[in-house]
């Protein structure tokens, strides 16, 4: 037992050496990749690092995908923000290698496609032609490999690489490389598990090609050019434990908590320091007799200084519900439900398909 527990607790003896000053890396690197996917995720505040067992694993924590329940799992995501103006996709597939090992395949889009350029609207002798407006899309892109090994009755341990694209139409790009690492250990009627994401840090090489109209136009807005450079992403670590009841012979009730661990700075979470910030989220899932789902869950705790200059703490409730009927799930999730007068809603749907259901 205490072997089991020390290989989880080798994700944490790092934490203090991998923090970083402000003034070398950025905060929010890569943040479209901390989203989430899946509806009964969000519906929970992404608070399914212990409880995860589906495809979507893949992306929270690839030691659940020995709990898929087929031999063959895909899974679809699609969802919308600001009003439709960005688009959030999400696609993925997991295998059942043995008893003792899975492995899974995801990708993720995040892009606001038809973004106009008028950077070459004004041309050097200050005419203005607007069949000089071309239009362009700004995607983030990630291609997620995951495995997992069960290693006895109560550890599992996975790993994820990932490889990350970024592009802003043709005039820029970036190629990164990341690794994660999970571990969960069932300790009981608990099961606990830590994830460290960007275990080694992740870089981004980001390279710029601009023309000689758009660096003038650069300079003469008073902007600074952009240059060719690294964008790293410093290492998130996140902790969970969950446990399930069983109510009656019909119900289940699962509750989850999480906290965040990131290094790279102080950020507005409940318990803001520097380097590291803390931010806790709960999840909590009602089954019926494993067909229907109603989920909640309360995340992105915040200080906010309000007009009058009073400070609150403001919370984010998230709802879903899903169903589960022979091999196929459909989860829904309300999201960004939160401060009402700046809520932006966002309605979630996610499909998984079962195929090759083992007997």
Known sequence: MNKSINIILLLLVQLPFLAQDDDITPKYSNEFLNIGVGARALGMSNSVIASTDD??????????LLNIDSDLQIGLMHSEYFAGIAKYDYAAVAKKINDTSAMSFSFI????DNIPNTTELIDAQGNINYDRISYFSAADMAFIFSYARKINDKLDIGGSGKIIHRKVGD???????????AATYQLGNWKIAALTRDVTTTFNAWSFSLTDQMIETFDRTDNEIPENGLEITMPRIILAGMRQWKIGKSFTYLAELDADFTTDGKRNVLIARDPISIDPHFGMELGFKNIVFVRAGLGNLQKVTEITGKEVMTIQPNIGIGVKLKGISLDYALTDIGDASVALYSNVFSLRFNLNKNN
């Open 109 to 112: 889009r995040f892009g606001v």
């Open 55 to 64: 495809v979507t694993s893949g992306y929270w924590n690839p030691t659940g």
């Open 171 to 181: 005039f820029a790009k970036s190629w990164g490389f990341g690794i994660d690492f």
